[in-house]
């Protein structure tokens, strides 16, 4: 017997088969991204930035970081969820074996929590974070990205000190860094370094700008320490520790004319800078005040006639170091005073904000600080620009772009890990 199907093979019916394609080509499974950190979080400034800004974008993005006291397991903060990884080895000591240990631990526990969470790419923000990243990427089948925050090769960090140890960093650095699907670093000296030395694509550079927001100058600081209203005030805001130059810009005081000095900011020097201080009868030109809260610290600079970042070169990556500091200044609408060094020049020169003095040397730091100061029409004219570059060009949402933009690639080159966003 023959059977007419005219009526269910036709056109008709096959119509919506034939478009499950073309739907399921506009449906996109959601990229997860897990952001590694080998440290608390919660002052790291930069994660939190890029962690809210893919997160705005649409994609799914879960921070793993190094549990410390006080911190709750996971917590979900500006559209992204942080997971803190404690260590039963927390507590045993500081030797360099134990310190491996402590590492190794870390690793096994990152690598299988960021398993479980099933990532599409994972993101290793410096090299102490990179090798479980890789082993974690590698397991899921995930991108990975490297985000190098500075020059760590070439630190001047305690445990670097060996030579063994410091080759052994370069050669891990160089062969992840090759097997990374894209690197990001926080300046264009840094990048072209690390290129050079690994031989790989320059990295993007995605500067570590503050997001600018409109900030109103204020006297907190006048008020707060009972600074003379005839007292200009130069401000350092960041962590106290060797290299910073610290010691040198106390010296500075001695030479200035009609200013003070605060230092804000984490003791990581155990209490020298106020023996320094002391030692040299500078109490009441030179003020140090604890640190205060990231969301604070604008507030803080915005009270404040100039900023000053006296970072010493002892190291390449201080050498071609740009801090943050220098992008709060810019959105406090202050002017800058800043080592000598090649990133910092290049602001300075761009944008004519400040000017740059002999980091090595008190009595070049206090005469560069006094001219800024003196002539109020430069003054003036340095902060307007300050805050102008600060609000058109030198801020997150102008960098954040480039990030971005990466991640576009990386889900244009994954036919897996899509999203509709």
Known sequence: MAYDLSGIMGTDFLRPCLSIPNLLSKVRIAMNVAMLVLNAFIHDTRVQKE????????YRVRIFALHGPGLPRKETRDGYEVEWIPLRSRPWGTLLVIRFLKYLEFCIRAIYRICHYHPDVVH??????LVP???AARLRKARLVYDAHELWADRHATLLRAA???RLVVLVEKFLARRADAVITVNPSIAKLLSQWYRIPAPVVVMHCQEYQDVKRNEILRQELGIPSNQRIVIYAGLF???RGLETLIKAATYLDQAVIVLMGKDGMNGRLHRLVTKLGLQNRVFIREPVPPEKVLDYVASADLGVIP????DLSYHYSLENKIFHCLTAGIP?????QPEKRRIIETYSVGAVFDQTDPRDIARVINALLSDQDTYQAMSQRAR???QRVLNWQVESRKLLALYERLLETNPIARESR
């Open 388 to 390: 102008q570059v600060a």
């Open 241 to 243: 520790a060797p290299g």
């Open 336 to 340: 800058i005073a800043v080592s000598d």
């Open 51 to 58: 962690a809210k800004t893919l997160a705005g974008a649409g």
């Open 133 to 135: 990243a890789y082993i």
């Open 124 to 129: 290793a923000h410096d090299i102490n974070a």
């Open 164 to 166: 063994w140890i410091r």
């Open 311 to 314: 970072t010493q070169s002892i």
